[in-house]
């Protein structure tokens, strides 16, 4: 089930979090491009670019999850 990848925010979500653990970066704005970048073959991705950055920014400023 871990390697399933769906067309949704929720899998999203699980994905941007493990390769956010995975990239070593300072910058946050150019940390997110690149992690989005990794998952660009993601279906939320592919089908939502603009919500999946939205997401993400979400996650990282709003909720200050790997802060």
């Known amino acids: 089930m871990k390697d399933k990848t ?3 925010a929720d899998s999203f979500a699980k994905s941007f ?6 990239v070593n ?3 946050m704005k150019k940390k997110i491009d690149k ?3 990794i998952l660009s073959d993601h279906p ?3 089908s939502n670019l603009d919500n999946a ?3 993400a920014k ?3 400023y709003t909720l200050k999850k790997f802060q």
């Open 53 to 55: 950055i939205n997401i």
């Open 58 to 60: 979400f996650r990282i």
């Open 35 to 37: 992690v989005i970048d």
């Open 25 to 27: 970066c300072n910058d």
């Open 44 to 46: 939320f991705v592919i």
């Open 17 to 22: 979090d493990e390769e956010w653990q995975k």
């Open 6 to 8: 769906y067309n949704n």
